[in-house]
């Protein structure tokens, strides 16, 4: 059978596939949040006293009535049971970017022989999965097994709804038996109630008599490739580590930019579709869909929701993408760099603070150079972003991320941050001791009588930067599509909530003193950005002159890979900004470097096993079938008296064996364990095994090229990307 026999059978197997029909769906208005039990449901289910209280906690953020457990859980669990529901899931978020569950029944069991079902206020406030399975930094030893997941009233409760049954979830918080958190929602719960102290004081300093609760929002734009699933199966990389080692760039790319935003495949779309009517069922406000830059690449965005709920429900989006990819015959790769030489994959997380009181407080409206609540609060984040920018690198640190930071499609690991043409004028002349006035919006003239004149903003868009302002929201671009945004939204909900206490205090002395709170507001605001303006920049975030620049001139810190960047957790002044504001003990902080410095070096590691099994077991061994016949041919048209060039063997000869050559050294390098630290290994990680990697890469891919098609054992990257 010839080498490229699966591949073959592959592409006749896709090019027969049947796509699954789409359905007609109900009104949005019938399946919106049908699964969901919400304030609604609440409302018709529970008593009124007891939703009365519910809501209060739900609305307010008041500490949740214990004596109201068993009504809610017998509502819930009637509710759960009426859509077909046996089971129900206490669902956490664990420091691995995954969801996890312990599914348990509302059995139970009566003396008589009979069983009924039940779900008490106990089994609903709390649960036990273990506290040492799951990565947790040496909070718990492997003897030290308890762990607890407590109800977040917050985040409504939900059914999953598959052919397999339904099951009721419940959104959770993960803690250790001795009460340190274990997941990623309690530090993002306790960062959210750390910001809205600071931003409280400080409204209440600029003169609100009035002021709610702030919270802060997040809009995440998912991007993700589809590969068929017949061609993944072909390919250990794609399965084990969700990206291709392995692979020549097709004749054809992206250079085209036909793909962004063109007609979706209609295979696609169907998929689309379904994950869509999902999602809504689930209350979750998928608003955006659409080709990405790169062939075979898609997006789905939400629309903004609480920071809190969102981090969740971005979590049931990559859960509903993956699942709902199986059944259209699709494999979906939330990997942040799945193929080399193409777009990789981020999710740009948008990020607001706002109140029911206030508005959005990071609203510039028509003249932001009037709004001096928004000039605070975004003073407040520019002073962040400088002190705490690495901790921003830090927070979007992952070995598929390090892949895709810094090319073509993705901001630089410098942090800095982009205001436009209209803000950035203001806080100019903020520094130099005034404000006068702000770039207007304006009209644009199409000279076409039938087409409307169009606003135009007053300021542009600027792609390569990593935290751009972009109109009435910060957008973080360098966040991985592969990551929990929880991570991320931790650390600018903190990082706010420490500048927004400095500006508190500053602004207190000042008045105290004696200034007129306009003359306060704008002493305070010059201060920042004298001491923080640096991290303002306009322009080019790829250019060299900016790099050099950044580190050089601004003494902004480029760090280019996980290894570089995670050792920011372990610096004292990271560890005062968390202790400080609440967010996150010492011991929680050294737990998470130690968990996603642990993740990298797996990583790196299993990827190099790959490289090494995949060469050794498919690239070889078609090297040496086309070689052989090669040869053979050449020698047999030799006896005939035809001569035959023999370079083409000779390069094959020479690159196969050059590559077996590294994929030695990479099998020797990865029998090294004495480290002297974590830190040594990453950057073993980093500086050898990656390395070494690419440049046994680098050998298979020429030899790609050079293989006649027919010996080439796996699905290259012009099948992958352009067969749907």
């Not at 998928?286 to 979590?315: L, M």
Request: net charge negative; hydrophobic share 40%.
């Amino acid at each position: 059978m010839s080498g490229n026999a699966g591949r073959i059978q592959a592409i006749n197997q896709i090019i027969h596939w049947e796509p699954l029909p789409p359905k007609t769906p109900a009104s949005l208005e019938e399946m919106w949040a049908e699964n969901v039990f919400n304030l609604p449901k609440m409302k018709a289910t529970l008593p009124k006293a007891v939703f009365k209280s519910i809501k209060k906690t739900i609305v307010t953020g008041e500490k949740l009535d214990l004596s109201i457990a068993d009504a809610v859980a017998n509502a819930m669990k009637d509710w759960a049971i009426s859509k077909g529901a046996l089971y129900y899931a206490h669902v956490f978020y664990p420091m691995t970017n995954l969801t996890a569950e312990k599914h348990d029944g509302f059995i139970a069991p009566q003396g008589d022989g009979t069983v009924i079902s039940e779900f008490s206020g106990k089994l609903l406030f709390q649960g036990e999965p273990d506290g040492s399975s799951f990565p947790n930094g040496g909070i718990r030893g492997t003897f030290e097994a308890r762990g607890y997941t407590a109800w977040d009233v917050t985040s409504p409760a939900y059914i999953i709804d598959t052919d397999n049954g339904a099951t009721l979830c419940i959104p959770t918080v993960f803690v250790s038996w001795t009460g340190e958190a274990l997941d990623k929602k309690v530090p993002l719960l306790r960062s959210i109630a750390a910001m809205d102290k600071a931003a409280q004081k400080v409204l209440k300093l600029l003169g609100n008599t009035e002021v709610s609760h702030v919270n802060s929002s997040c809009g995440a734009e998912q991007e993700y490739f589809l590969v068929d699933a017949n061609f993944a199966s072909l390919r250990p990389d794609l399965l084990l580590a969700g990206r291709t080692l392995f692979g020549k760039a097709p004749a054809k790319g992206q250079e085209f930019d036909d793909h962004y935003f063109g007609a979706i495949p209609e295979r696609v779309q169907v998929f689309m579709q379904d994950v869509e009517e999902i999602l809504y069922k689930l209350g979750i406000p998928a608003k955006t869909r659409h080709n990405e830059v790169a062939p075979g690449q898609f997006e789905i965005a939400p629309y903004f929701e609480a920071a809190n709920v969102a981090s969740d429900h971005q979590q049931m989006i990559m859960t509903v993408l993956r699942h709902t990819a199986k059944k259209h015959g699709f494999v979906c790769l939330l990997h942040e760099k799945p193929f080399a030489g193409i777009n990789g994959s981020g999710k740009h997380v948008n990020w607001s603070v706002s109140n029911a009181t206030q508005g959005n407080l990071l609203d510039p409206g028509d003249s932001p150079h009037d709004n001096t609540q928004f000039l605070v609060f975004c003073g407040a984040v520019i002073r962040g972003v400088h002190k705490y920018g690495p901790l921003m690198r830090a927070a979007i640190a992952t070995a598929s991320n390090d892949h895709r930071l810094g090319a073509n499609e993705a901001p630089p690991a410098i942090m800095s941050v982009y205001l436009g043409t209209q803000l950035e004028e203001v806080f100019d002349q903020i520094k130099t001791g005034s404000i006068s006035d702000s770039k207007k919006k304006g009209l644009m003239d199409l000279g076409v009588d039938v087409l409307p004149y169009l606003t135009k903003d007053a300021g542009d868009r600027n792609r390569t930067s990593p935290f751009a302002f972009t109109g009435n929201r910060f957008e973080f671009r360098a966040v991985g599509s592969s990551q929990s945004v929880a991570g991320p939204l931790i650390v600018l909900n903190t990082m706010l909530a420490d500048s927004l206490a400095w500006v508190g205090n500053r602004l207190e002395a000042e008045l105290t003193g004696g200034a007129e709170l306009n003359t306060a507001i704008l002493t305070v605001l010059k201060e920042i950005m004298e001491q923080h303006g640096v991290v303002v920049f306009g322009g080019n975030g790829y250019s060299e002159e900016w790099h050099k620049m950044a580190v050089e001139e601004r003494e902004l810190a480029n760090l280019p890979t996980t290894a570089d960047a995670l050792p920011i957790l372990q610096e004292e002044y990271i560890r005062d900004l968390f202790q400080k504001t609440g967010v996150l003990t010492p011991i929680e902080l050294e737990s998470r470097f130690q968990v996603y410095a642990e993740q990298y070096i797996l990583s790196i590691e299993v990827e190099s096993k790959l490289v090494v099994d995949m060469t050794k077991t498919k690239i070889y061994p078609a090297a040496v079938e086309y070689l052989s016949k090669l040869s053979s041919t050449i020698s047999s048209l030799e006896n005939l008296g035809v001569s035959l060039e023999k370079g083409t063997a000779q390069k094959i000869a020479e690159l196969t064996n050059a590559m077996v050559t590294k994929v030695t050294q990479l099998s020797e390098a990865l029998e090294k364990h004495d480290f002297s630290s974590t830190h040594a290994h990453m950057s073993y990680c980093a500086s050898t095994l990656r390395p070494l990697m690419d440049d046994v890469r680098e050998y298979a891919d020429t030899l790609e090229g050079e293989i006649a098609d027919e010996c080439w054992p796996l699905p290259t990257y012009q099948e992958m990307l352009f067969i749907k």
